[in-house]
């Protein structure tokens, strides 16, 4: 009896496998189009308004590097989408692997322009023009000479990938550079973030107590208040995939089954809301 009852439970287990399994693909796709749509979306509207302005501020340099890079993350889309509601990838390795490395570069440029618009805000820094163009076409060099072509050329190597599957590098992430790569990028921005976040929250803690209680008054205020935006963003879309990352890089030799798959696929596609912003600018939120 007691043998039965352990194989029922077995069995009713492996039943609720491929519903988590399936219900985690449908949070995927619906995630996808929700990103593709308002993403989409608050690019047109902040082009649209940039191009009314005609402003050539370093703020306004920063914010049509970042149109760009959602642009191109936006475009990768819906390749991931119909590789995941065909499950089948039909557009080769190679276009796997960029697709891959886009989602990438587009994280971590698109955490660099935040990085570098709150310490602008903390810091009150002043730039001219000419140097925000030059240290904003580095960010951009470096990433598409540099980081893209290593990319391509490190992930994605082992023979062993089935060419109709894509987004499935779990071999590549177990050898010690990939390792030790990753460990890096975590430390990195999870470090910066912590620290920003102490930052500022200590910033606008001061100016509550310095103006209370008619805070919302003073520009100042609203200013910080308004600049903690871009951490927030990083926080949420960010840092639950970096967390998870190191996770899944000290658990993916003994996932035989690539059940943890899904789930960084999920973290991975979180990131990419991080486009909805446009959207927030065009609402005033972090204008």
């Not at 029922?8 to 219900?23: M, V």
């Not at 082009?47 to 920063?62: D, G, K, N």
């Not at 390792?179 to 430390?187: A, E, H, M, S």
Request: glycine share 2%.
């Amino acid at each position: 009896m007691r043998n039965s009852s352990v194989t029922q439970q077995n069995h009713s287990l492996n039943e609720t496998l491929p519903d988590t399994s399936e219900l985690l693909h449908t949070f995927l796709i619906a995630l996808y189009i929700i990103n593709l749509a308002g993403g989409t979306l608050g690019v047109i509207m902040m082009s649209h308004q940039l191009f009314q302005r005609r402003s050539q501020s370093v703020m306004t340099i920063i914010i049509i590097s970042l149109l760009v890079v959602h642009t191109f993350m936006l475009l990768s889309i819906p390749f991931r989408l119909s590789y995941y509601l065909t499950r089948e990838w039909k557009f080769g390795r190679f276009a796997c692997k960029l697709a891959s490395a886009i989602i990438y570069l587009h994280m971590y440029t698109t955490f660099a322009f935040y990085v570098v618009i709150v310490i602008i805000r903390l810091f009150r820094l002043e730039f001219r023009k000419c140097y925000t163009t030059a240290w904003v076409a580095a960010v951009w060099l470096v990433g598409v000479l540099v980081v893209t072509p290593a990319f391509l050329s490190n992930y994605g190597t082992s023979n062993t990938y089935n060419s109709s599957e894509c987004f499935q590098f779990h071999k590549d992430i177990q050898t010690p550079p990939m390792v030790i790569i990753n460990y890096f990028l975590v430390g990195i921005l999870v470090a910066v973030c912590v620290v920003l976040t102490i930052i500022q929250l200590s910033v606008i803690y001061t100016l509550a107590m310095k103006y209370w209680p008619d805070i919302n008054s003073h520009v100042e205020f609203r200013a910080h208040a308004k600049s903690f935006f871009f951490i927030l963003v990083t926080l949420v879309c960010f840092m639950p995939h970096h967390v998870f990352r190191v996770y899944y890089i000290q658990n993916s030799s003994l996932d035989k089954d690539h059940k943890l798959n899904p789930y960084n696929e999920i973290f991975l596609a979180l990131t990419t809301m991080c486009c909805l912003d446009m959207l927030c600018f065009i609402a005033g939120i972090a204008h």
